[in-house]
């Protein structure tokens, strides 16, 4: 069974850091690319950063600069620094992960944390 358990979310004002992480465990052989997905209420989930096993990193545009995205891949995890946060970040942040585990490929997701920030 293979989980991605998301931690470092909360409230934070406009302007300020905040960073997310998540670990991956369980039985699985490879782990591609991670990164993060993000939704807020009403919204559909868009894509924030991924990042490869080779740590090649795409972001979305609103984003970019503000953002970084970075993995161990020694300890299974991806961390998402976000700096000059915007009342626009706020939502749901969702880690993900393209794992090979039980012979096949799979994407799988963390259950979601919540980043607010305050104008």
């Known amino acids: 069974q293979v989980r991605l358990v998301e931690s470092g979310g909360g409230l934070v004002q406009a302007g300020g850091s905040l960073t997310v992480s998540c670990a991956a465990s369980?039985?699985?052989?490879?782990?591609?690319?991670m990164g993060w997905y993000r939704q807020a209420p009403g919204n559909q989930r868009d894509l924030v950063a991924k990042?490869?096993?080779?740590?090649?990193?795409d972001y979305a545009e609103s984003v970019k600069g503000r953002f970084t995205i970075s993995r161990d891949n020694a300890k299974n995890t991806v961390h998402l620094q976000m700096n000059n946060l915007i009342p626009e970040d706020t939502a749901d942040y969702y880690c993900?992960?393209?794992?090979?585990?039980?012979?096949?490929?799979?994407?799988?997701w963390g259950q979601g944390i919540q980043v607010t920030v305050s104008s």
């Open positions: 993900y992960a393209y794992i090979y585990a039980g012979r096949h490929w799979d994407t799988y």
């Open positions: 369980g039985r699985f052989d490879y782990i591609d690319y």
């Open positions: 990042i490869t096993s080779g740590t090649n990193t």
